[in-house]
């Protein structure tokens, strides 16, 4: 009996929800103001934060209207101020057809005021800080835009750091995010379009671009590809970053991403389009060439001999960590005669104690070693400072005494661990195919080693980003293609945007650049 | 869908590798002995009309396949014969360079490793790039070829001190007959294997000239293998070039930079399996074209498994042992002739009087 219960309630509550989510969706409102409040309330049951606050004029006790909002998203001194103060004493409040505008244009002093019938529109902006003013007698209400959110103050992105230029960084509230941006471009050609994403969470999006650089091609597939998106929450961008990737298995980004204003500008310039997500940090840029895994915002604002030296560094830093520890086991396994003898009895020495095979003891290396980063990025600041000696003390040189590890493979190991640490950008694709190229030279030697690399070459020259290919190798070696890939061109020579992106290309005029040279 | 395409250096880039293949592993003809390298002259002479008829038919039909033109110029069944040549010489000859390069592995670096494995490496690889953009196999091409080309100067500069001089004297030692034979089988192996590249065609940018690209990739990769041979004459003498199978990596093994570097052949590897993996690629995008094109299939990169397990059968069951292939290898430009010379003479005679009367609308 209890279960039969139990099952009609559930059956009456399921009719309900759907009913409210239908008249949602549909839904208008009622002409009396009473039929208007309960109907909110029955959408709001259950729930304390939600508000409702009747008003009366002193001189015209016919004009009765109610506000409604949530508590905490709002901002108490305004709505006491200019809402309920000039509602309550004005005047010159008649009851007519033209009431609503009446209201929003004189008696109501606030910037930001909007008219809506729809119940779905009430339900988002109230959830959002809005407050929504009834009126008796009027199927319309007014939305006011009276939102207080705390915020985090803006700081230096921790994963970012630099040491010239700018500092700032963005933060979780997009109206801020937005003003970083427009602030630093101040043009009537920078666009910003508003989205909103996740059936539950409506979190809003803006897409920045400047129109007149940007390509319409891309723009468009970028919007198609946003429209197919489908999922009841968006809480970071990497949703969306996965929810429209090109090549959706691979490791490697196909959209660029950062927590810094000047960056996105940067970009913006170049003609990418920026998405900016209410809540995340993280600023999305697309599309995505593969050398801005490499690329850093310091690399334009410091001289351009070190930063071309620093962008090939990091360059080599992806190659060597892929490919070392599998090199050194396809050295030690296969091909002893690479090394010189004295290097290599010395090698044999060493490995006579050790108890595991060569691989097996590269592979609990590097995990320890990824043990030990991700510790050490996790861990409270507290406790942090033991992890390195813990690190290096006993796991490095106790265990080599111990003789349970090689000295040599704790050297590749460290190395290969380091020089990951290097381009933070692509830590999947190096976790992947570093294992990767680890079996296969395993079993198979320098061949393997080879076999591997061409895969991860022509899977890395395959990448795309909305359409547009990662890695341009046409073959025509211009200056102009190559100014901002393996190494970094002054900026006098920065003459043209990125023929892939962009059709306006010209980003200096001829005249100026004559003058700068 | 945007067709498909190579730029004109993508194109020489992927060709270059592709005369490379094997050569590089099997090194050249050897029979003219110390005036092997003559016979290679000979021999990129001998190939330069021969490109040229190559590149005249592409010209004559701008932005097709082979495989289309055949059956316009000789109708259904002559073309279908002509057709079926070609996929089975392009089959045929990937499945006859895996063969040569597992057997090197075998013998060189893969001591203990069953052939079959080296086989299916490679073929991953090759199924997996023909089943991508042909754009993507031309992107291959420029970023592998400078690989290999810096990899031969680097081999080159660290064996100047083994050079002996006198290894290459006296000169035309041998009668004027036996260095122009060998120039022939150069001819045959591998300047002229590049016939496999007309059924690409539809590849190549129209605008493109057809001339360019096959003469410059001509000029590259015999001014390459000018440099091989002259490296491996110069280190090895003759009777050392001639007694090993794989002349480059018998080389490799002198060369030593002091006490660090030495013995650098395994390195030498890694070239081999690059330009390997070029070649073989090509010929399973031909052979799977042409088999799209016999079965009347859209999509020949459906194809490109079936032909990769095709060309590994044929390639383990066509020898039983290193010295069949090599005998093979032997007779091959008799072998290689109807394919490589009188098929495309016909198709190009054929077209040039088509053409000229106006018969075949383009």
């Known amino acids: 009996m209890a279960k039969d219960r139990k099952e009609q309630k559930k059956k009456i509550i399921d009719k309900k929800v759907s009913q409210i989510n239908n008249s949602l969706n549909k839904g208008t409102l009622f002409n009396n103001l009473k039929d208007n409040l309960s109907y909110m309330k029955e959408l709001f049951v259950d729930d304390d934060l939600f508000i409702i606050r009747e008003i009366e004029n002193n001189f015209n006790p016919s004009f009765r209207c109610a506000i409604a909002y949530c508590e905490g998203l709002i901002n108490p001194n305004i709505i006491n101020e200019s809402i309920i103060k000039p509602l309550m004493i004005s005047k010159n409040i008649k009851k007519d057809d033209t009431l609503i505008d009446h209201l929003a244009k004189r008696i109501i002093q606030l910037y930001n005021i909007k008219k809506t019938k729809i119940i779905k529109d009430i339900v988002e902006s109230v959830t959002y800080g809005d407050v929504i003013l009834f009126i008796d007698g009027i199927a319309e209400v007014l939305i006011l835009n009276v939102k207080k959110f705390e915020a985090r103050s803006l700081t230096e992105p921790e994963n970012e750091k630099i040491l010239i230029g700018p500092r700032e960084g963005f933060i979780e509230f997009l109206p801020t995010n937005l003003s970083l941006i427009r602030r630093r471009l101040r043009t009537n050609k920078l666009k910003f379009k508003y989205l909103s994403f996740g059936d539950k969470t409506n979190t809003q999006a803006c897409i920045c671009y400047i129109d007149g650089i940007v390509d319409n091609k891309i723009l468009t597939e970028l919007y198609k590809r946003l429209k197919k998106i489908k999922i009841d929450g968006v809480i970071d961008t990497n949703y969306i970053t996965e929810l429209i990737k090109d090549n959706r298995f691979s490791p490697y980004r196909t959209t660029g991403y950062t927590e810094k204003p000047d960056v996105v500008v940067g970009k913006l310039l170049e003609g990418r389009i920026a998405i900016v997500l209410d809540g995340s940090p993280i600023v999305l840029t697309i599309p995505y060439f593969f050398v801005e895994n490499f690329q850093t915002s310091e690399d334009y604002y410091m001289n351009f001999y070190y930063t071309s030296f620093v962008r090939i560094l990091r360059i080599l830093g992806y190659f060597f960590s892929i490919t070392v520890p599998a090199f050194y086991l396809a050295i030690i396994a296969f091909h002893q005669e690479l090394l010189p003898t004295p290097l290599f009895i010395n090698i044999a020495l060493e490995r006579q104690t050790v108890p595991l095979p060569t691989t097996l003891e590269m592979i609990v290396l590097l995990t320890v070693f990824d043990i030990l980063k991700e510790a050490g990025e996790r861990m409270p600041k507290g406790i942090g400072q033991s992890l390195p000696i813990v690190g290096a003390i006993v796991i490095g040189q106790a265990a080599v005494e111990a003789k349970l590890v090689a000295g040599p493979m704790i050297i590749i190991v460290t190395f290969t661990g380091i020089t990951s640490l290097l381009i933070p950008k692509l830590n999947a694709p190096i976790i992947i195919f570093q294992i990767m190229l680890l079996l296969l030279s395993t079993t198979l030697g320098l061949f393997g080693l080879t076999i591997g690399l061409s895969y991860i070459i022509i899977h890395t020259l395959n990448l795309k980003s909305f359409g547009i290919s990662q890695i341009n190798l046409t073959g025509e070696f211009k200056y102009q293609t190559l100014k901002d890939t393996i190494f970094r061109a002054p900026w006098w020579q920065m003459k043209k945007r990125p023929k892939q992106i962009t059709k306006n290309q010209i980003r200096m005029q001829q005249t100026e650049a004559k003058q700068n040279v | ?362």
């Open chain 2, 1 to 362: 869908m945007r067709k498909e395409s190579m730029t004109s250096r993508q194109a020489i880039s992927v060709i270059v590798l592709f005369i490379f293949g094997s050569t590089i592993i099997l090194g050249l003809n050897t029979e003219p002995k110390q005036d092997s390298w003559i016979s290679l002259i000979i021999g990129i002479i001998l190939s330069l009309p021969l490109v040229l008829m190559y590149a005249r038919i592409i010209k004559l039909f701008p932005g097709e396949s082979l495989y289309n033109i055949t059956e316009r110029l000789l109708g259904k069944v002559g073309g279908t014969i002509i057709n079926i040549m070609i996929t089975w010489y392009a089959i045929h000859l990937g499945s006859l360079v895996l063969r040569n390069f597992s057997e090197y592995a075998e013998i060189s670096i893969l001591l203990h490793t069953p052939q079959i494995i080296v086989m299916i490496s490679i073929i991953f690889i090759a199924v997996y790039t023909a089943k991508m953009n042909i754009e993507i196999l031309g992107k291959w091409g420029i970023f592998v070829l400078p690989i290999i080309l810096i990899m031969v100067i680097i081999t080159l500069i660290l064996s100047i001190g083994d050079y002996n001089i006198n290894n290459l004297f006296p000169i035309m030692e041998h009668s004027f007959k036996k260095v122009f034979d060998g120039g022939f089988k150069i001819l045959a192996f591998p300047l002229a294997e590049t016939v496999l590249i007309l059924p690409l065609a539809d590849f190549f940018k129209k605008t493109d000239s057809s001339y360019k690209i096959y003469i410059s990739s001509l000029i590259i990769a015999g001014f390459t293998l000018l440099i091989i041979i002259f490296r491996n004459l110069l280190i090895l003498g003759t009777p050392l070039m001639t007694l090993s199978y794989f002349p480059t990596f018998t080389a490799a093994r002198i060369i030593e930079l002091g006490e660090f570097l030495s013995r650098i052949e395994g390195v030498i590897t890694i070239n081999f399996v690059l330009a390997e993996i070029t070649k073989v690629t090509i010929c399973l995008i031909v052979g799977a074209k042409g088999m799209a094109k016999l079965f009347n299939i859209k999509n020949y990169k459906n194809l490109a498994l079936p032909v990769g397990l095709l060309i590994i059968t044929l390639s383990l069951t066509q020898f039983s042992n290193v010295f069949q292939m090599f005998d093979f290898i032997k007779i091959y430009h008799i072998y290689a002739f109807p394919f490589q010379i009188i098929i495309p003479m016909i198709i190009w005679v054929v077209g040039e009087i088509k053409t000229k009367n106006n018969k075949v609308v383009t």
